[in-house]
């Protein structure tokens, strides 16, 4: 990295403007690969436990499990239900 002091001793040179091209051309081209590098690593480390949410609507309740490991889902009326689901999850 070219420091400051060091771009100064450059005839007709501005430091603050080639810091500045430089860091948002580092941006510029750092940006997606950081995008690319946290999507690759939500996707490696995706968690396998089971989602479960409670969902309040209209005054009824009911709750919506998913299960990424075999990709299924339900909408369950009760807890006693949402057990069951989880019991044939476990032991097939």
Do not use: H
């Not at 080639?18 to 941006?27: E, F, G, K």
């Not at 690319?36 to 939500?42: A, E, F, M, N, P």
């Not at 409670?54 to 919506?64: C, L, P, V």
């Not at 006693?80 to 989880?86: C, S």
């Amino acid at each position: 990295m070219i420091r400051a002091s060091r771009l100064s001793s450059f005839p007709g040179s501005n430091s603050a403007q080639l810091i500045q091209r430089r860091t948002s051309t580092c941006a510029k081209w750092f940006a997606p690969l950081q995008q690319w590098g946290v999507s690759l690593l939500r996707m490696l480390a995706a968690p396998s436990e089971v989602r479960i949410q409670k969902i309040n609507r209209d005054g009824s309740t009911y709750w919506r499990v998913y299960d990424p490991a075999s990709g299924r889902s339900a909408s369950l009326a009760s807890e006693q239900e949402v057990r069951i689901w989880l019991e044939q999850r476990y032991n097939g």
